[in-house]
């Protein structure tokens, strides 16, 4: 919630607050039918419901819909889902929707998927073709790299957020199976995905298919793979004076026996 008191509204105004995480959205409505809405905070995930409930709140009659995006501090991939939310009432009710005011951090992603920068619901036409120059034809050069490493970027950044559910849910299995922290099921994760040259993503995908009880067992490399990390992972500490406690070697599970790939295969 802001901490600031709002401007004073003016007349017919109303104002309607949501919350979703660090995302508030201001409501105001006025004689002629417009709406203006002016989200305020991080457009990630759950903004799309928030902006959603807010336009599910807008009067009947309501004849244009303006998001300002002024005080957005903060979007990732998801907050795109805002623009259909808002595309998507448009359509519906037959009546024109803009998206304008974006800055900083959010400017940047709408750069990264290829969106008009003014207003994307909205892209301007474009204009004559203008003769190139040799200055022209450099800054051209840079623009183009510029918006090939931001491409990269924006589809490295939807393939982590992908890839979030399915790690976690591995991560889980792994430190039910043997009783290991989340930092070490992360450790797991990642050594076996560098020993069998696996990508992070599959080596979580094996292990969570591992836990049904009908599962494939993981290719040979793998399950190696696996073990290797798990043992060496959740292997105790050797005792300072050398000793001789856990003759059994402590670990239970060192040797990559029982659930040693997660999967409940041996």
């Not at 709002?6 to 979703?20: E, G």
Request: hydrophobic share 40%.
């Amino acid at each position: 919630m802001t901490s600031a008191a709002p401007p004073p509204l003016p007349p017919l105004a109303r104002r309607l607050t949501t919350l979703a995480g660090a995302l508030t959205v201001d409501v105001r409505t006025f004689p002629d039918g417009r709406a203006v809405l002016r989200p305020r905070g991080e457009l990630v995930h759950g903004c799309a419901r928030t902006l959603a409930k807010a336009l599910a709140g807008l009067p009947e009659g309501t004849t244009r819909v303006d998001l300002d995006l002024a005080l957005v501090t903060f979007m990732d991939t998801a907050g795109l889902e805002l623009l259909d939310v808002l595309d998507g009432y448009g359509r519906a009710r037959l009546v024109p929707v803009t998206a304008t005011g974006w800055t900083g951090q959010p400017l940047r992603i709408l750069e990264l998927a290829g969106l008009d920068t003014a207003d994307p619901l909205n892209p301007a036409a474009p204009g004559p073709p203008v003769p190139p120059t040799r200055a022209a034809s450099a800054v051209a050069v840079e623009r183009a790299e510029r918006l090939r490493q931001l491409q990269q970027e924006v589809a490295q950044l939807r393939q982590a957020i992908a890839s979030r559910p399915v790690i976690d849910q591995a991560r889980g299995i792994l430190m039910a199976a043997h009783a290991c922290t989340p930092q070490q099921a992360w450790d797991i994760l990642r050594e076996a995905s560098q020993r069998s040259n696996t990508k992070l993503r599959t080596v979580a995908a094996w292990v969570v298919e591992g836990a049904r009880p009908d599962a494939p067992a993981p290719p040979p490399a793998l399950r190696e793979a696996l073990r290797t990390a798990i043992a060496r992972t959740t292997a105790p500490a050797p005792a300072p004076d050398g000793g001789s406690d856990g003759g059994d070697n402590g670990s239970g599970r060192g040797d990559g026996s029982g659930r040693g790939d997660g999967s409940g295969r041996g």
